[in-house]
């Protein structure tokens, strides 16, 4: 069993720690390591999603947002398996 004698908490804040600062790290990373997962999704299945039954503009919009995505971090090479799926889904 631990005493309290033990524990060794710090209980004053760290001046230089900013709470809103680590909680939008965390979303950006979040976001980073989802769009991650969605783009493997789609360039690992990409028969399945170019021949899916999803309504074409919707299909389109959603990958049209990955690759904006991926745009701003300037990863052409993930830009461009994409592109080159949205060009098969509008053939």
Request: aromatic residues 8%.
């Amino acid at each position: 069993m631990i005493d309290d004698d033990e524990m060794d908490f710090e209980l004053e804040p760290d001046e230089e720690w900013d709470s809103m600062d680590y909680i939008s790290d965390m979303a950006d990373s979040s976001r980073s390591m989802m769009m991650d997962v969605v783009y493997s999704s789609i360039v690992n299945n990409k028969i399945e999603v170019v021949n899916s039954m999803t309504i074409t503009s919707k299909k389109l919009g959603a990958i049209e947002h990955v690759l904006s995505f991926f745009e701003e971090l300037e990863d052409y090479e993930k830009c461009a398996e994409l592109k080159k799926i949205i060009d098969k889904i509008k053939e």
